[in-house]
């Protein structure tokens, strides 16, 4: 059964900080997906990782895919109040019938 | 219309009614998926449908029924729910998630925050 474990699951960070969220996962797999979710509100696709040493980023965002490790991380840089959500990283079991396995996402709070 | 929108938005019903959720998909997708969202859980596959057959039941309860009459559209048939069944009901669609040149993305809709009285 393939596990997938974020953390921290709740990260307060004051505006203008870096910090980086973890994404592990306990099975071969290489396509990794975040997503952000605001309150209230669906989820939002970010990144799509297909590769192992896959980066993509976006605004002040970065994620990274390190298939070996069965690690991906979200690194923020520099950040401001509309980073505020809820993110979740999702792995594909690589079956082609199972569907997306999810973590159980990282609240993060940014604050002034 | 694009993307992936569900109706209704918010549903309050009884432990004895029968509602439906609809979810419908613009983006030319083959599959759909219904998940639940509650509050301090993780997200949780339901069902899935590939082509409009059913691929994927995640163990959940008869009182939760899906119907995918075409690739476009999902239905959710809900009766005698109980009270801890409350949570968002979120739909999503992908690419036909079995041929490897799909990128595997889901793309969700907005969700239906069902409370159930």
């Known amino acids: 059964e393939l596990k997938v474990e974020q953390n921290p699951l709740f990260l307060s960070m004051q505006e203008g900080k870096n910090y980086t969220i973890y994404c592990n996962y306990s099975t071969t797999s290489d396509r990794l997906y975040w997503y952000r979710q605001d309150p209230g509100k669906s989820l939002e696709s970010l990144f799509v990782l297909l590769s192992n040493g896959a980066v993509k980023q976006e605004g002040r965002l970065m994620a990274s895919l390190d298939t070996k490790a069965r690690l991906s991380t979200l690194h923020i840089t520099a950040a401001v109040h509309d980073l505020s959500a809820t993110y979740f990283c999702a792995v594909d079991m690589n079956s082609g019938n199972t569907p997306l396995v999810f973590g159980k996402g990282t609240r993060l709070s940014v604050i002034a | 219309e694009t993307g992936v929108t569900q109706t209704p938005r918010h549903l309050v019903m009884g432990m004895t009614n029968k509602k439906s959720l609809k979810c419908e998909q613009h983006?030319?997708?083959?599959?759909m998926y219904w998940y639940k969202q509650s509050a301090k859980k993780p997200l949780e596959l339901m069902f899935v449908y590939n082509f409009k057959e059913q691929t994927e039941n995640n163990s959940v309860p008869s009182r939760f029924s899906p119907e995918c009459p075409n690739s476009s559209h999902l239905f959710l048939h809900l009766h005698t729910l109980q009270p801890e069944d409350s949570a968002l009901y979120l739909c999503?669609?992908?690419?036909?998630?079995?041929?490897?040149?799909?990128?595997?993305?889901?793309?969700f809709g907005e969700g239906s925050r069902l409370t159930v009285l």
């Open positions: 999503a669609s992908s690419q036909d998630p079995r041929q490897a040149t799909n990128t595997g993305e889901l793309f």
């Open positions: 983006l030319g997708h083959n599959a």
